[in-house]
């Protein structure tokens, strides 16, 4: 998957935010099914593990964003 980055965010690096991205899709059938602008986020959490997020709500700051996904990520864990 080709990712096109249109604009960068301010990094908050004390919280461990290593990119924060806004563009789109460039690939031939991605752009065509998803054509809407999109973030991406890639953060390093407390155990240096790097976690990457790609999502379409480029509104609330990064930090949120990431802490959104890892606790969506522990209720799949849970009922897996």
């Given at each position: ?5 249109r ?74």
């Amino acid at each position: 998957m080709y990712f096109q980055r249109r604009c960068s965010r301010p990094l908050d690096r004390v919280n461990g935010v290593k990119c924060d991205h806004i563009g789109t899709l460039t690939g031939f059938y991605p752009s065509q099914g998803y054509p809407t602008v999109l973030c991406l986020v890639h953060i390093q959490d407390t155990e240096g593990k790097m976690l990457g997020f790609l999502t379409n709500n480029t509104d609330p700051p990064t930090r949120i964003i990431a802490d959104l996904y890892r606790c969506r990520w522990q209720v799949e864990l849970f009922f897996k």
